[in-house]
């Protein structure tokens, strides 16, 4: 009889072998995003604060805005000057966009001077930053396709203005098909991709602490357990009473 090995008694499993590609990817994938964390069920105590919500508001904010808009660009841009619905499809795509942005400048503030790039999360500030920067892109390809006065006067002051920079020639902002496809497509697949790959990165470094947290601040706080049924309809019972002779 073999001795066991560890203190828990237990023999060690062979670690398992990759041998090909799917393999190997499989296990690059578990060790760089295990499970616990792309998926955690407790959480840091100071995620309570108000700073933290704001993130997740953004997040919020940009599935609207792609239901909404995917909804505009099945029914081509002019729907929603004609259709009562469309108007208000086309309202709740804008304020969407407004509430969008809000919080993720209030978010990108508060990380900024919480440091949010410290504890090796430099890439997940940067993924930050330029799915902002995208996002601008985007909002602007957005008022171009209003096919209003306003939109012709975007259009045309923002082509003078890219002409100036040279890129102009490839990116004409008063080409409403151009304009059309960058919006619907190349602009939300890129913000897509970038705020995945920073949820990513968030799962995987975790929240950033504030500045000023205690050691007992960072100990995660256990989920509320579900009370067994069995305890919930039991009802109290009385002692019985020893009858008087």
Do not use: C
């Amino acid at each position: 009889m073999s001795a066991p090995t560890g203190s828990t008694g237990q023999h060690a499993e062979p670690e398992e072998e990759f041998y090909t590609w799917t393999g190997k990817t499989r296990r690059w994938v578990l060790k760089k995003l295990p499970p616990d964390k792309l998926l955690p069920q407790d959480q840091p105590s100071y995620v309570a604060s108000w700073i933290y919500v704001f993130g997740m508001g953004a997040i919020a904010s940009l599935v609207i805005i792609i239901v909404s808009g995917l909804i505009l660009s099945l029914n081509g841009p002019l729907w929603w000057h004609v259709s009562g619905f469309g108007h208000f499809i086309n309202s709740t795509h804008l304020w969407s966009v407004e509430f969008f942005f809000l919080f993720m400048v209030v978010h990108l503030w508060g990380k900024y001077w919480m440091a949010a790039w410290r504890g090796g999360r430099v890439l997940t500030w940067i993924t930050g930053v330029v799915s902002f920067a995208v996002s601008i892109v985007a909002a602007f390809t957005g008022y171009l396709l209003q096919t209003n006065f306003d939109s012709q006067w975007i259009a045309f002051e923002g082509k003078d203005a890219l002409n100036a920079v040279g890129i102009g020639a490839w990116f004409n902002v008063a080409n409403l098909g151009q304009i059309f496809m960058w919006h619907i497509v190349l602009l939300p697949l890129a913000v897509a991709a970038i705020v995945a790959f920073h949820v990513i990165l968030v799962r995987v470094h975790g929240v950033v602490p504030p500045l000023d947290a205690a050691d007992t601040d960072a100990q995660l706080q256990p989920a509320p357990q579900p009370v067994p049924q069995a305890q919930t309809l039991q009802q109290p019972t009385e002692e019985p009473t020893e009858v008087a002779r």
